[in-house]
Antibody, heavy 121, light 107 residues
Framework: EVQLVESGGGLVQPGGSLRLSCAASGFTFSTSEMSWVRQAPGKGLEWISYISSGGSSKKYADSVTGRFTISRDNAKNSLYLQMDTLRAEDAAVYYC??????????????WGQGTLVTVSS | DIQMTQSPSSVSASVGDRVTITCRASQGLSSWLAWYQQKPGKAPKLLIYGASILQRGVPSRFSGSGSGTDFTLTISSLQPEDFATYYCQQGNSFPFTFGPGTKVDIK
């Protein structure tokens, strides 16, 4: 079964850190481009970070640049998001998603179930 | 950054109705636009990519059209399971951006 499973969410104080993980199965993770997308409570979707299949290319939204770091371990079929200096506005459900890219543009065809991050003192 | 807008923000419709949602981009996207369906408490589901290519397994009552800056998602005959929020997303350039969403609810 094709699947992405996030973990690592929870309650953290403002200024704190959290590391999210995403375990992939059922497809060839090592050749897949991946992203993190978040959704604040009651709000829309926000793309926040991308990583190429080999990990050499990384992109970030302005809202998280300098605070969040995306990485991957293809040997472990895992994607990560290190989140530092967390702010109240980072509170959201965080999804990992597989990206399909090519001549028809980039889209996200496989999504995890999401992990909730709460930032509060 | 490319800004995405959607209209309407919400629509009330009945089973069997034809529903059309519009998405507009602040810059030309060629055909690099995707549509997603999201139900409460669930992850988004890809419906259409490349503006008009139906994702495998998605019912044929869903269709997409458009190019450049103006795009449309059409549900030809609304089914009970289609009541959800729909988002467009530009896949042309980083940062990828989503529209604000269109909620389709029961009239």
């Amino acid at each position: 079964e094709v699947q992405l499973v996030e973990s690592g969410g929870g309650l953290v104080q403002p200024g704190g850190s959290l590391r999210l993980s995403c375990a992939a199965s059922g497809f060839t993770f090592s050749t897949s481009e991946m992203s993190w997308v978040r959704q604040a409570p009651g709000k829309g979707l926000e793309w926040i970070s991308y990583i190429s299949s080999g990990g050499s290319s990384k992109k970030y939204a302005d809202s998280v640049t300098g605070r969040f770091t995306i990485s991957r371990d293809n040997a472990k079929n895992s994607l990560y998001l290190q989140m530092d200096t967390l702010r109240a506005e980072d509170a959201a459900v965080y999804y990992c998603a597989r990206e399909i890219s090519g001549t028809m543009g980039d889209a996200f065809d496989i999504w995890g179930q999401g992990t909730l991050v709460t930032v509060s003192s | 950054d490319i800004q995405m807008t959607q209209s309407p923000s919400s629509v009330s419709a009945s089973v069997g109705d034809r529903v059309t949602i519009t998405c507009r981009a602040s810059q030309g996207l060629s055909s690099w636009l995707a549509w997603y369906q999201q139900k409460p408490g669930k992850a988004p589901k890809l419906l259409i990519y490349g503006a008009s290519i139906l994702q495998r397994g998605v019912p044929s009552r869903f269709s997409g059209s458009g190019s450049g800056t103006d795009f449309t998602l059409t549900i030809s005959s609304l089914q009970p399971e289609d009541f959800a929020t729909y988002y467009c997303q530009q896949g042309n350039s980083f940062p990828f951006t989503f529209g604000p969403g269109t909620k389709v609810d029961i009239k």
